[in-house]
Each structure stands twice: as structure tokens, then as C-alpha cells.
């Protein structure tokens, strides 16, 4: 009996992505010797159509290193809308602020001012597992009452920053 071959379906290759063509970069500086035609001939380019050296600048590490940012203060207590629509504050008020620091666990000094005195002071850390936080002060204080005041915080390092609020007793 005579060997017959069956056709064999093959696969067709698949498809290659084609690949965008290779463009050699070159710096602004050559592109511009070229544009002025500096590079194209023997001939020397004329002094105002050479590139320029141009200065550049190494960042300075140490300003953004320790970099914090304030975002508010509140003033946090019992509180009404009294008769000239302006939010007062009745018995013992504390502070609270939110800030950003440059990394998780950043260490930073602080103080606590109230109407001119320091109210308290400390040192503490980001939380280890973001860069920002919201804190307040543990410590209350309470005013007499129909009195304005104000209170600010201040970042006292690793730079000082301060942010703050006004209140009214009522």
C-alpha cells in the first residue's frame, strides 16, 4: 500500500512587535553646533555661535534633607456659634497640629506658645510607617472667659517653621 502524507497545519509565527528605530540622542550643546553648522564643515565657528559652558549647580542636600511642612492648628474644646457668628471656645481648650516630614520615623523639636509664653516644649517622631501626623497637646489651658488669644506652634528642628491659629473664649 502506497504511503500517503497528510498535510500538516502549521502554525503561522507569531507576530513580532516591531521595535521603533534607533535614534542616536545627542546633547542640546551638539545639536546646536550642528544647527549653526559648526560641526558640518573645517570651518572654524565663529565666537558667538559656540556653545557656552554653562554652570550648573549641585543641589543643596542639607535644605531639603530636614524638610517639614506645617499644614494647621486647632484649637480643640467645647465650642459655640455666639451672636457676631464667630466660633467661641468655653472651658479648657488644647492645640492640635498636622504636619509633614521628609520621612517616616523623622525626628523634629518642638514648642507650644500661648499668647506670647511657652506653653510646652518637646521632642518626638513621625509615625515609623508614614511621613505625616496629626498631634495635640496632652496639656490644657483654660482662659477667662470674653478674652481673644493665640496660639502657635513652633518647629524649633531640624528648621524652624511656626503656624498659627487665634481664638475667642466665650
Same mark, same amino acid.
Given at each position: 500500500?502506497?504511503? @500517503? /502524507?497528510?498535510?500538516?497545519? /502549521?502554525?503561522? $509565527?507569531?507576530?513580532? %512587535? ?5 535614534? %542616536?540622542?545627542?546633547?542640546?550643546? =551638539? ?7 559648526? !560641526? ?13 559652558? =554653562?554652570?550648573?549647580?549641585? %543641589? ?8 517639614? &511642612? !506645617?499644614?494647621? @492648628?486647632?484649637?480643640?474644646?467645647? +465650642? ?18 498636622? !504636619?509633614?516630614? $521628609? ?5 523634629? +523639636? ?7 509664653? =511657652? ?6 517622631? !513621625? ?9 495635640? &497637646? ?13 496660639? =502657635?506652634?513652633?518647629?524649633? #528642628?531640624?528648621?524652624?517653621? #511656626? ?8
Amino acid at each position: 500500500m502506497p504511503k @500517503v /502524507e497528510t498535510p500538516r497545519t /502549521e502554525a503561522a $509565527p507569531a507576530a513580532r %512587535p516591531r521595535r521603533k528605530p534607533r535614534i %542616536p540622542l545627542i546633547s542640546t550643546a =551638539v545639536a546646536a553646533s550642528v544647527t549653526a553648522g559648526v !560641526l558640518v564643515g573645517n570651518a572654524p565657528a565663529p565666537a558667538h555661535l559656540a556653545p557656552q559652558p =554653562v554652570a550648573v549647580q549641585a %543641589p543643596n542636600k542639607t535644605k531639603t534633607a530636614g524638610s517639614f &511642612s !506645617l499644614a494647621y @492648628v486647632r484649637v480643640a474644646g467645647a +465650642s459655640r456659634i455666639n451672636q457676631a457668628g464667630v466660633t467661641c471656645y468655653y472651658g479648657p481648650v488644647s492645640f492640635g497640629i498636622g !504636619l509633614d516630614g $521628609p520621612k517616616p520615623g523623622a525626628k523634629f +523639636s518642638y514648642r507650644w506658645i500661648v499668647d506670647g509664653k =511657652v506653653f510646652k516644649k518637646g521632642t518626638r517622631r !513621625l509615625p515609623s510607617y508614614g511621613r505625616s501626623d496629626y498631634f495635640g &497637646s496632652k496639656k490644657q489651658v483654660k482662659m477667662d472667659l470674653g478674652t481673644a488669644h493665640k496660639v =502657635v506652634f513652633q518647629l524649633t #528642628s531640624p528648621q524652624r517653621r #511656626s503656624k498659627s491659629a487665634k481664638w475667642v473664649m466665650c
